[in-house]
């Protein structure tokens, strides 16, 4: 396993190799380590702007090269964002290395976890609005989920699609609190009278009885959950998702 005092010299190390390659023409310290709340479960998370006629495909593919044949990457994956693209790379020593790229012209801060380490970055640009509306769609589209799954008898799917439910009031719940609803990160924000309800969310058994009572129980928190953020909203989807909620009850 990696040690912080292996991750910093390995972050060292690629900013230094960033700051000799002239196809970098800006390159950021991101994340928690960004303001200085690095744990010891912490991952590199490093931002760089790619000059405009080097292209960001290019020197994508030379850095991935040097993770595998000098850092000792096992695997990546690519998140996609925007014009930025995210390698994720999977160490030998579990550690992750998070390395996005842009090409110089966008190369600016998107969040407050942003720490120039040199170059230049245009400044950011107001964060879009969490969209409560979306998650709350995300909700009741898993919810017709469950209810399909349950009749099919198909209790891995329904538990699934329950888990995405909850995921998505969860979310709700944590923009109506002001916390990040991203990746489950404002979570262990929310008030403890605003978590507990959700105990009673979590599978215990893969039976019918045990799905019936907890896809009950997340309907009724949804529901509250839309009365908090738009009441005509709550009004128009209570009824249907009450009897989505019935419509296999014994």
């Known amino acids: 396993m990696f040690t912080p005092e ?4 390995l972050r060292d190390e690629l900013l230094k190799q960033a700051a000799t390659d002239p196809r970098i023409t800006g390159a950021a310290v991101t994340g928690s380590a960004a303001e200085s709340r ?28 040097r993770m595998y044949g000098h850092h000792h990457a096992l695997h990546h994956l690519d998140v996609i964002a925007g014009a930025w693209t995210y390698r994720v790379f999977l160490l030998e020593n579990a550690l992750q290395v998070d390395l996005a790229f842009v090409v110089e012209t966008e190369f600016r801060p998107l969040a407050p976890t942003f720490r120039l380490v ?7 640009l107001p964060p879009a609005p969490a969209n409560a509306e979306a998650m709350i769609g995300m909700a009741w589209l898993y919810a017709l989920h469950v209810r399909s799954a349950i009749a099919r008898g198909k209790l891995w799917q329904a538990e699934y699609m329950i888990s995405g439910m909850r995921d998505s009031v969860l979310a709700i719940a944590c ?10 990160r404002g979570l262990d924000l929310l ?15 893969l039976t019918l009885s045990e799905l019936n009572g907890t896809f009950q129980a997340i309907i009724r928190l949804l529901v509250g959950e839309i009365r908090g953020v738009d009441q005509h909203l709550a009004g128009r989807l209570e ?4 009897r989505l909620g019935a419509s296999h009850q014994p």
């Open 191 to 205: 008030p403890p009278e605003a978590l507990a309800p959700f105990e009673q969310t979590l599978i215990q058994q």
């Open 38 to 65: 690095e744990d010891e479960w912490s991952d590199i998370d490093l931002a760089f702007g790619v000059a405009a006629d080097a292209g960001v495909p290019g020197v994508l593919a030379d850095w991935t090269r």
């Open 175 to 184: 923009l109506r609190h002001g916390v990040s609803p991203v990746h489950g």
């Open 239 to 242: 009824g249907v998702l009450v």
């Open 118 to 124: 040199f170059g230049q970055a245009h400044d950011a």
């Open 6 to 9: 292996g991750r910093t010299q």
